[in-house]
């Protein structure tokens, strides 16, 4: 939005003097009739000379010069004035997204670094190590099973309906076995954190009993 020099101003017959169009639109609906005519009427449009003339704004002076009034004056400046503002407000809001975006790649690179830094713990790599190790003898032993049922499987395929319900028996057992391991790792897994938090706690207990407890029994004896 331009802003006229001081020497440029318009200036209305009370002293008042408008530099840009908020300050045009908040003079011009308290002027009087009387002194409104004198600016804008059939054969003249002072506001709209001053605006493309001094504030080089000729698509506005264009649209004041049909306005007569001064609410449609008024309503012309208005429309101006919040056209002019919109950019001002889009960048905002467009800043507004900008560090929104910042803030949730910073997130997102501060939960990689967590996530790297536990994996390279020396607790988490060794139980690591012990899931892996307790999967792959699951592994091991339900491939075990299945080789020794297949051992057993008739080189035929079954011919009569009670066959072939040994047959699928034989299949169901075999995927309990599977099962039975896979549930058999899982238990492992959570006797291996009973018995580390057993010993967090075990530890815990003697430091406090050897910084604490037996010093206030010194003291009494």
């Given at each position: 939005?331009?802003?006229?020099?001081?020497?440029?101003?318009?200036?209305?017959?009370?002293?008042?003097?408008?530099?840009?169009?908020?300050?045009?639109?908040?003079?011009?609906?308290t002027l009087p009739d009387a002194e409104f005519s004198q600016f804008v009427n059939d054969s003249k449009n002072d506001f709209a000379n001053w605006t493309e003339y001094v504030l080089m704004d000729a698509a506005l002076a264009n649209q004041l010069r049909g306005a007569k009034s001064k609410y449609l004056i008024e309503e012309v400046l208005t429309r101006k004035i919040r056209d002019s503002l919109r950019p001002h407000d889009s960048m905002h809001e467009n800043m507004h997204h900008d560090t929104i975006r910042s803030q949730e790649k910073n997130m997102s690179?501060?939960?990689?670094?967590?996530?790297h830094v536990q994996q390279e713990h020396p607790v988490n790599k060794w139980y690591a190590f012990f899931v892996k190790k307790q999967r792959d003898e699951a592994k091991n032993t339900t491939e075990t099973n299945m080789n020794e049922k297949k051992e057993h499987v008739p080189s035929n395929l079954p011919n009569t309906a009670k066959d072939e319900t040994k047959y699928v028996s034989q299949e169901h057992s075999l995927q309990s076995a599977t099962q039975h391991s896979i549930d058999k790792s899982s238990t492992s897994e959570n006797i291996f954190w009973i018995i580390l938090y057993g010993l967090l706690i075990g530890i815990i207990i003697v430091i406090v009993l050897w910084k604490y407890v037996l010093p206030m029994i010194g003291v009494q004896t």
């Open positions: 939005m331009i802003d006229a020099s001081d020497d440029k101003r318009f200036v209305f017959h009370d002293g008042r003097s408008a530099k840009n169009i908020i300050e045009l639109k908040e003079i011009v609906l690179q501060k939960h990689e670094v967590h996530v």
